[in-house]
Antibody
């Protein structure tokens, strides 16, 4: 059974960097695609980025300049860094596994973490 | 950006009734559309992908249909555990390649 668990600070100050980690179990982190998605009352569900163990990636253009996603295969962990945060970045952040469909791209999310609330406030 | 518009915003039905939820895309997404269910305090759960394929473990009362820009999620006979918020999600070559609808809340009447 694939399980994902997000962790990180629940409170970040404006202009600082939000840093989150997602620990994966039950699946090979290097053989799959992984993604970060956030959810806020104002913007709903917003896809941030996806990344594969081999380094293939795609970003949401609205966040691309501020986002860094990485994979640590030795720890079976994903990480997300979002810099220069504002109150608009307050959201529940989810990591998710991308559904593997043969000969297809990165389309849907079949396993999600439980999410972690990050509040941006001074 | 492809915008997904879900309707209605809220649907009030009783257990045993049939639910029909709609998702309309601002341009064609072919069949590349998924439906998710989200309960309070939980992450979304994948129900349907490629418009009509049920994800692993999803009960047969859930079905999806449509292609192009108009899609429907049908729950044939509502169970108490089906009352939740439902989101559609598309995958395209337009940036950003993945967007979600704003959700339909399915509530007990």
């Amino acid at each position: 059974q694939v399980q994902l668990q997000e962790s990180g600070p629940g409170l970040v100050k404006p202009s600082e960097t939000l840093s989150l980690t997602c620990t994966v179990s039950g699946a090979s982190i290097s053989s799959n695609y992984w993604s970060w998605i956030r959810q806020s009352p104002g913007k709903g569900l917003e896809w941030i980025e996806y990344l594969s163990g081999s380094g293939s990636t795609n970003y949401n253009p609205s966040l691309k300049s501020r986002v860094t996603m990485s994979i640590d295969t030795s720890k079976n962990q994903l990480s997300l860094k979002l810099n220069s945060v504002t109150a608009a970045d307050t959201a529940v952040y989810y990591c998710a596994k991308i559904l593997e469909i043969p000969n297809r791209g990165q389309d849907y999310f079949d396993f999600w973490g439980q999410g972690t609330l990050v509040t941006v406030s001074s | 950006e492809i915008v997904l518009t879900q309707s209605p915003a809220t649907l009030s039905l009783s257990p045993g009734e049939r639910a029909t939820l709609s998702c309309r895309a601002s341009q064609s997404v072919n069949i590349y559309l998924a439906w998710y269910q989200q309960k309070p305090g939980q992450a979304p759960r994948l129900l349907i992908y490629d418009a009509s394929n049920r994800a692993t473990g999803v009960p047969a009362r859930f079905s999806g249909s449509g292609s192009g820009a108009d899609f429907t999620l049908t729950i044939s006979s509502l169970e108490p555990e089906d009352f939740a918020v439902y989101y559609c999600q598309q995958r395209s070559n337009w940036p950003p390649p993945i967007t979600f609808g704003q959700g339909t809340r399915l509530e007990i009447k």
